[in-house]
């Protein structure tokens, strides 16, 4: 009995550091949905197929030059600021014209979605690729006694200064303030003589390249990348993000590791139901908590 135990609690560290590390790219996969919410009160749900075109860009790169995923992380950053601010520039001031905004958003980010995942298909073929188990460290590593994939504290690593990143320059920036500032009341924002179109676009910019940076990091994750997961990665990111409090970065890096340690644990002991923990997750929010883990139901910055 003493030695099922121990081996019980052994399991359930290993989860719990294996979860911690995941947790922290769940955060950075899904902070891009949540800082574009909590802007625009728009929900991109083309969000995962930006990180579905993060893996193939990856994959494209350590291909072609051998890329590690680690550099690729940062190189494709960006890239996504460019392509997702001229796009906000080119269509949402058309978007802003009709009368209900966030339905017609929702419809014009569900056909960009079908788009991008038929243009992946087209561009790299319906099959899943992966990196070669060359392309990093494979070597477990140990900690407190118990062995770990490498892969686990690569991407926690790479993950963890993009989210500090992005947190200096959320709150420790002019730019960022501006952008608070919209979070919490745009009409207010525009009142003072903030330019809330520029910090929409430029939000929209760092949103998408926070999801191709996850994106990278998420063909590690899960061993791979198709054109067609788009759709199951936005709504893992949408019940972590809804967790955390939709518009609440902070909230957003809680819930990330939450889910990480929730995910991790039910493969330890229900492996059977681990896929459920997004779906229960959005449920129980929505049942015993609709603001979410920080509990407002006012948006915060």
């Given amino acids: 009995m003493t030695g099922w135990r121990n081996?019980?609690?052994?399991?359930?560290?290993?989860?719990?550091?294996?979860?911690?590390?995941?947790?922290?790219?769940?955060?950075?996969?899904?902070?891009?949905?949540?800082?574009?919410?909590?802007?625009?009160?728009?929900?991109?749900?083309?969000?995962?197929?930006?990180?579905?075109?993060?893996?193939?860009?990856?994959?494209?790169?350590?291909?072609?030059?051998?890329?590690?995923?680690?550099?690729?992380?940062?190189?494709?950053?960006?890239?996504?600021?460019?392509?997702?601010?001229?796009?906000?520039?080119?269509?949402?001031?058309?978007?802003?014209?009709?009368?209900?905004?966030?339905?017609?958003?929702?419809?014009?980010?569900?056909?960009?979605?079908?788009?991008?995942?038929?243009?992946?298909?087209i561009g790299f073929g319906p099959n899943e690729r992966t990196l070669p188990i060359a392309a990093l460290p494979s070597h477990p590593i140990r900690f407190l006694g118990e062995s770990y994939p490498a892969y686990l504290w690569i991407v926690g690593a790479v993950s963890l200064p993009l989210l500090v990143l992005f947190l200096l320059y959320l709150y420790r920036t002019p730019l960022g303030l501006e952008t608070r500032a919209v979070m919490a009341d745009a009409r207010e924002a525009l009142a003072v003589g903030i330019d809330t179109r520029r910090i929409s676009a430029i939000t929209f910019g760092v949103g998408i390249a926070l999801a191709a940076a996850a994106g990278v990091l998420a063909i590690v994750v899960f061993s791979g990348v198709d054109p067609s997961e788009g759709a199951s990665l936005t709504i893992t990111a949408f019940a972590i993000i809804v967790f955390g409090s939709l518009g609440n970065p902070i909230g957003t890096i809680v819930a990330g590791i939450a889910f990480g340690v929730l995910s991790q644990l039910a493969q330890v002991y229900l492996p059977e139901w681990s896929n459920l923990v997004p779906y229960v997750l959005v449920l129980g929010t929505m049942l015993l908590r609709p603001e979410g883990l920080f509990g407002r139901r006012a948006r915060v910055a």
């Avoid at 601010?85 to 209900?100: K, M, N, Q, S």
């Fill in 7 to 121: 081996r019980t609690a052994v399991l359930a560290l290993f989860a719990i550091i294996g979860g911690v590390l995941l947790g922290l790219f769940y955060a950075l996969f899904a902070m891009g949905l949540n800082i574009v919410f909590g802007v625009q009160r728009i929900i991109n749900l083309a969000h995962g197929d930006v990180v579905m075109l993060g893996g193939f860009a990856a994959w494209d790169l350590y291909s072609a030059l051998h890329m590690s995923p680690v550099l690729a992380a940062v190189i494709v950053l960006p890239f996504g600021v460019a392509v997702g601010y001229g796009f906000h520039r080119l269509v949402v001031p058309r978007l802003a014209r009709a009368r209900d905004i966030e339905t017609m958003s929702l419809v014009l980010f569900f056909g960009i979605s079908q788009v991008i995942e038929a243009l992946g298909a």
